[in-house]
């Protein structure tokens, strides 16, 4: 689902297709309306930050093939965290196409901080206020034709999830043009932007916004400047820049964003309305209120933990994996396969290869369909009801206190929660937290102890034969260590914490039909990902089997796997398998325990070191990819002993004090 | 938004604050500020002072103040013995705080001569209770730190202050934002950018477990740290 690779991208931008550049707040529809245009499902959830990385599609629109670009939201072009970076630098780096300024009409205040950045960075662009429907319910209206004559660009009014207002969108991108407003800062700034301007090079964007940029102390900038310019005019645009900041005690950014603020404020004068609200709004917004109160918001979390683990682990991991494993793969899909292929190939050793014990289709699909793809679908449902109803923000207030313990603020919570979804598309949305230090710490809990939707979901179904007590024993230890490693790390990992600022956006009623598409859209993903994992694994288990090498690993492992963790021999595949996908291990699990190879104890060891085991090979990949080869293997070398000896400790802690699950 | 511009001329303004023309015994506290400004500034020496005074008989005024114990003087350093201190600290508190009084509380150009006069006619009771008004401000208008006062060490509430952190609003309230002293340049420009500017009309929703507040459409939560750097005035 997200695997838009870079590569792609850069074939795309540098081809000379027309484009249309998609910029705006976050969460104000920028993928709804990508989606619209190209007919391409991208991730479209009710919480900022869904989309971190650039995505790009293919349109046909007003009869031309068009590059649609999705990006990142941003508060500001001057980048606080690097999914703005990400946007900013397109527009820096990039021959420009058409920008469409996306902007939540009732939040236009704040669109309007971008549209003024926009305007001086001379680009040709229009503003679509999107959400007008949700504006209008609470009152708010906005004159599009009086707001396109002070900015003097095209400006629209859609609702992109409804498919309304497109048309107008599409005439108004044939005529892009720059905006005529601009904006005066105090002498002193305006001085500091002419000789800096004076310095600087052509770019795709216009000078004075470039200078603004440098004032602000925009760090992200210096790559760009150190590729542009030489060493010594940089070193001059720095001193310049701090000539003009040792005039002011506030920083620049700051009064250039008050200034701005002030503009914004003097053009909503002009163009908006305010009536009555609709009722409609009060009572979701008493839903949200009521979800991060001190006191009903403990109650309203636990339950809707519940309802979670009901759905996933009780309906999808019991009643949808039954019938899948034992009616459908069992009485009729594996028995026929067998007939099959013993009919079709006499060969023993390729019979044994595809409905053997390690068979591709009685244990890879077996495991892949009729176990893990019930319990992720159920899984992607859930979610992604939460997420499209806004409480996972509230969720991260919630919790923001006890993430503080671990370095971390509630911001982490997003992350994290979709790490229960996937780590590896998880680890990438790290870049939503603003410093190193965080995304590190974040990376490592994730990578340890947090499991993914089709580990969650195989270890629900396990954990459901089990008592409560088995199920709280493997959730609290699960929970002590994510928060003690996160505690010691956090001291030992050198950095500051950030601020915790995070928007909350409004409590919705979740479409029907979005959950439908974002679920389709995530299965098939699992589908292409993992099931050739699954293939891979088998296939290799299978060899392993065949050779004799699985026997030598299982007496190599033995001493740790029986001794230590007291479980069974075969466990030591499990484990293996582990390797390659975290879910594939967990239900190797699940069928040891299904033949009643596993007693309680057993079960709740083995489950609990599986969580902590190392991330499966993509998740590993996505680690490498955004915080750098050493500090993947440093942080799996390190986890890996790790979680064989939280196992071994339990182990010997449930044996000795005679605990019965 | 008339507030924004008048912040924003001071702000423009550079370096130490406009010096104010007046009589002998205020001509001592004229030097008495520059040599605390100074100070602050770690560039206290005698050419600085004579630099940033405007007044013709600086030096002597200066060789006066050492004879009768409020300064020590030794080529070039200066340092500011006891009484000295003490009398300079009041004096800077008083300046800065009729500043806050007439920048942020009444609105009023050209504050800077006001509070000028001010400073010279507070009497140790009343300025307590400015700066109680002022809900004890860390911070003058210019950035520049507002020397603390027995009333700030106390905190005593029996004046209700108009100007209040944010932290201290209930649940419920409405209130502009007069004015912010950020803990971090970083943290100004995020929340600036997010819309939390003076002038803004902020809603305070809850407290616990994080604050939540409402400007506009847009809900943030944040926390308590921040809500402690933003001062309001209710509505």
């Known amino acids: 689902m997200h695997d838009h690779g870079s590569t792609e991208g850069e074939r795309y931008r540098n081809s000379d297709l027309h484009k249309v550049l998609l910029i705006g707040n976050p969460n104000v529809g920028k993928s709804a309306l990508f989606g619209l245009l190209t007919g391409t499902y991208v991730t479209v959830s009710n919480y900022p930050g869904t989309t971190v990385e650039v995505t790009y599609g293919n349109a046909e629109l007003n009869k031309t093939r068009t590059l649609v670009i999705d990006t990142p939201g941003v508060n500001s072009l001057v980048p606080m965290s690097e999914d703005e970076k990400v946007t900013r630098d397109i527009l820096l780096t990039d021959k420009a196409g058409v920008v469409v300024q996306v902007a939540d009409t009732k939040n236009l205040r704040r669109g309007l901080l971008i549209t003024l950045q926009l305007a001086e960075m001379s680009v040709p662009f229009i503003l679509d206020l999107n959400m007008d429907d949700e504006a209008r319910s609470r009152g708010i209206v906005i004159d599009q034709n009086r707001l396109s004559q002070l900015l003097g660009i095209e400006v629209v009014k859609t609702v992109a999830i409804r498919r309304s207002g497109i048309d107008k969108l599409l005439k108004g991108i044939q005529h892009p043009r720059p905006s005529i407003i601009d904006v005066r800062y105090d002498d002193a700034i305006e001085g500091g932007v002419r000789d800096i301007s004076s310095l600087l090079p052509d770019a795709y964007i216009a000078r004075r916004a470039l200078a603004l940029m440098i ?11 150190h590729a542009n310019i030489q060493d010594h005019v940089i070193a001059e645009i720095e001193r310049i820049r701090q000539a003009v900041q040792s005039k002011f005690n506030n920083s620049l950014g700051y009064l250039i964003n008050q200034r701005r603020m002030k503009k914004a404020d003097e053009i909503l004068e002009q163009v ?42 009780v309906l999808g991991a019991g009643t949808a994996v039954n019938f899948l494993e034992k009616t459908v793969f069992g009485v009729y899909l594996n028995p026929w396969a067998i007939k099959i292929v013993n009919f079709v190939l006499p060969v023993p050793f390729f019979q044994e290869m595809i409905v053997g014990d390690y068979g591709l289709f009685t244990m890879a699909l077996t495991y892949a369909i009729a176990i893990v793809l019930p319990i992720v679908g159920f899984f992607f449902i859930a979610f992604g009801l939460l997420e499209d109803s806004g409480y996972l923000p509230r969720l991260a207030v919630m919790v923001n206190r006890v993430f503080k313990i671990m370095g971390l603020n509630g911001k982490a919570v997003l992350p994290m929660i979709l790490g229960l979804g996937c780590d590896t598309m998880a680890t990438l949305t790290t870049r939503i937290l603003e410093t190193k230090k965080e995304r590190i710490l974040v990376t490592l809990l994730l990578a340890l102890g947090v499991p993914c939707s089709a580990q969650l979901g195989v270890i629900l179904g396990l954990v459901a034969g089990l008592s409560g007590l088995a199920t709280f024993i493997w959730l609290g230890t699960l929970l002590a260590v994510i928060l003690l490693v996160g505690y010691l790390a956090a001291k030992v990992i050198p950095g500051d914490p950030s601020d915790f600022v995070l928007e909350l956006p409004p409590i919705r009623v979740p479409q029907l039909t979005n959950i439908m598409v974002k679920t389709l859209a995530r299965v098939q993903w699992y589908l292409k990902e993992a099931v050739p994992l699954f293939m891979l694994g088998t296939f290799l288990l299978f060899i392993g089997h065949k050779v004799g090498a699985l026997a030598y690993i299982q007496a190599m492992t033995d001493p740790i796997v029986v001794n230590f963790l007291g479980l069974p021999s075969r466990a030591a595949e499990a484990f293996v ?28 060891v083995s489950l609990t070191v599986m969580t902590l085991f190392v991330p499966c090979i993509a998740n590993f990949f996505m680690m490498v990819k955004e915080r750098g080869m050493k ?10 002993p790790f979680a064989f000896g939280v196992g071994g400790v339990l182990n010997w802690v449930l044996r000795t004090f005679d605990i019965q699950l | 938004m008339s507030d924004l511009k008048k912040v924003d001329a001071l702000e423009g303004k550079a370096g130490h604050p406009a010096l ?27 050419d600085q002072i004579i630099q940033s ?10 060789a006066d103040l ?52 001010f400073e010279h006619i507070l009497s140790p009771e009343v300025t307590d209770s400015v700066c109680t008004l002022l809900g004890h401000p860390p911070n003058s208008p210019d950035g520049k730190p507002i020397p603390r006062g027995q009333c700030c060490a106390m905190f005593r509430q029996e004046m209700k202050p108009l100007v209040a952190p944010l932290a201290d609003l209930m649940p419920g309230e409405q209130a502009k934002i007069v004015f912010i002293t950020p803990g971090s340049h970083s943290r100004l420009d995020r929340l600036s950018a997010m819309g939390v500017v003076p002038g803004s009309v902020v809603k305070l929703h809850q407290k616990k477990p994080a604050y939540v507040l409402q400007l506009g459409e847009t809900m943030i939560a944040v926390d308590k740290d921040i809500t402690k750097e933003i001062f309001v005035k209710k509505v």
């Not at chain 2, 005074?53 to 200066?62: F, L, V, Y």
């Not at chain 2, 200066?78 to 609105?107: C, M, N, Q, T, W």
């Open chain 1, 215 to 225: 004032l602000s102390g925009d760090e992200s900038l210096s790559g760009w400047l």
């Open chain 1, 272 to 313: 908006l309305t305010r009536h009555e609200a609709g009722k409609s709004s009060a009572v979701a917004f008493n839903i949200g209120r009521l979800s991060m109160h001190p006191v009903y918001g403990l109650p309203i979390l636990l339950a809707v933990l519940y309802i979670v683990y009901q759905f996933v682990g």
């Open chain 1, 577 to 604: 398998i582990g390797f390659l996908r975290r879910d594939y291990g967990a239900a190797g699990l699940f069928m040891l325990a299904k033949e009643g190879l596993l007693d309680p104890i057993q079960i709740v």
């Open chain 1, 631 to 640: 500090t993947a293997l440093s942080m799996t070398a390190f986890i890996i």
């Open chain 2, 20 to 46: 104010c023309v007046l009589p002998e015994i205020e001509k001592e506290d004229e030097l008495f500020e520059i040599i605390w400004t100074l100070q602050e500034e770690g560039k206290l020496t005698l």
């Open chain 2, 53 to 62: 005074c405007t007044i013709k008989e600086c030096e002597s005024i200066i």
């Open chain 2, 66 to 117: 050492a004879k009768h114990g409020w300064i020590k003087l030794k080529g070039q350093s200066i340092e500011l013995l006891p009484k000295g201190e003490k009398r300079a600290r009041e004096l800077v508190r008083r300046h800065r705080l009729s500043l806050r009084l007439f920048y942020d509380l009444f609105a009023l150009d050209g504050a800077e001569a006001e509070a000028c006069k």
